[in-house]
């Protein structure tokens, strides 16, 4: 297995976080929104974001910069809750969170290890799931 340098996995937040930014801009300037009410909404895009993205498919700076997020005990999709552990940490601690990863043989960041996720490369999560549904779930 192959691990993105913490370059690739800072420049895929920050996507991540422009992706967001942006959706924000057009809802404020959309004729759904009202000034006059307060909307929290734009708190649960940023924390619900990550998690839900990576449930089911992934982030576009996953996408963009190919990387996945896996559960580490068996690198299946990462459930909803480990997900939101792993983004509250990452964005609580911010680049700090990103600080373990160069004395890490796997480059898990605090934040993974916390959430017991690891990041790797996207070709070798493919073939990591061609492997597994070939061999019945288990791999060949």
Same mark, same amino acid.
């Given at each position: 297995?192959?691990?993105? !340098?913490?370059?690739?996995?800072?420049? =895929?937040?920050?996507?991540?976080?422009?992706?967001?930014?942006?959706?924000?801009?057009?809802?404020?300037?959309?004729?759904?929104?009202?000034?006059?009410?307060?909307?929290?909404?734009?708190?649960?895009?940023?924390?619900?974001?990550?998690?839900?993205?990576?449930?089911?498919?992934?982030?576009?700076?996953?996408?963009?910069?190919?990387?996945?997020?896996?559960?580490?005990?068996?690198? !299946?999709?990462?459930?909803?809750? /480990?997900?939101? %552990? /792993?983004?509250?940490?990452?964005?609580?601690?911010?680049?700090? !969170?990103?600080?373990?990863?160069?004395?890490?043989?796997? /480059?898990?960041?605090?934040?993974?290890?916390?959430?017991?996720?690891? %990041?790797?490369? =996207?070709?070798?999560?493919?073939?990591?799931?061609?492997?597994?549904?070939?061999?019945?779930?288990?791999?060949?």
């Amino acid at each position: 297995m192959r691990y993105p !340098s913490l370059l690739r996995r800072v420049l =895929a937040t920050q996507i991540d976080v422009f992706v967001i930014l942006f959706l924000l801009y057009l809802f404020a300037h959309s004729p759904f929104y009202n000034g006059e009410v307060e909307t929290y909404w734009p708190l649960w895009l940023f924390i619900l974001y990550e998690p839900v993205c990576t449930r089911y498919l992934c982030t576009l700076g996953q996408f963009l910069l190919r990387f996945r997020v896996r559960t580490f005990s068996d690198h !299946s999709k990462v459930p909803l809750w /480990r997900g939101l %552990v /792993r983004v509250l940490v990452k964005y609580l601690l911010g680049i700090l !969170s990103f600080l373990l990863m160069p004395r890490q043989p796997q /480059r898990r960041a605090f934040h993974d290890l916390i959430a017991g996720t690891i %990041v790797l490369e =996207a070709v070798d999560v493919a073939e990591h799931d061609r492997l597994t549904i070939v061999g019945g779930g288990r791999e060949a």
